[in-house]
Every structure is written in C-alpha cells, then in structure tokens.
C-alpha cells in the first residue's frame, strides 16, 4: 500500500471519558497503521493491548464510533473512513497524516446508545446527500 494511503488510513483510538474507571490503560502508540482492514479487527486490537481478552469473542461488548456514529464492527475500516470520517468532517481532500479518530467503550455502560448506526441511519442521509449534490 503506498505510503500516502497508509497515512489516509491511519487511526487514533481513545477511550471514552466515561469509562476510565472501567476500561484500564490507553492505546499509547497512536496514530495506527492501516493494519487493521476491518473495524473488528481495531476492537481485537483495542482487547489485546488493554488486556480485555473477554471481549474479543463479545460482539456487543464493545462499541467503536466515528464522528458520533455507532461503527458497525464488520465494516471495513476504509467504508468507515471514507464515508463516514471524511464526510463528516467536511474534509473531501483529506489532509496527509490526519488520522481518523475512533472512541472506544463499553456498550451499555452510559445506558443505552442513542447515536446513530452507521451504515443504518447515517449511511441513507449520506447516500442521499450525494445524489443530491449529483444532480445540481
């Protein structure tokens, strides 16, 4: 993958405020590479290196958000980037070395999630705010 690529990819990961009491450590060596390809694979990451191995076989354990947006944790992590970190970031020429922030936590601990889910919700406003600006 050429360099320019891996830094369009790259991902800063940080810990919900609200959960410092219940999550230990920090993702320390931020910015990541691009080595993680799909958003399960950043949450395995996130387990591993914050020792949470309980997690990593829980689907619903952890929730990973982008921009306010619920990550579904199957999607590839470049969807994710493209149509959700750039889009909302009004950022369509994306700046070299900007890394796509994503907030870890653990699901349920605030209560229930009442942001978005991407592809849901997000993804149809999206999809139709391009047809849109398509068709003008």
Known sequence: MPHQDRARLSTMLYKASTHEEFIRGNMTRNP???APITSVHVKIKICKDLDHQALIKDDNGMELLVHNNIININLRKKLVYEQVWQVL????????NTPMLVEYRLQGLDGDGTEEIFPMRTHLRLSLKKNIKSHL
């Open 32 to 34: 990541y590479s691009t």
């Open 89 to 96: 970031s009004n950022d369509v020429i994306p700046r070299p």
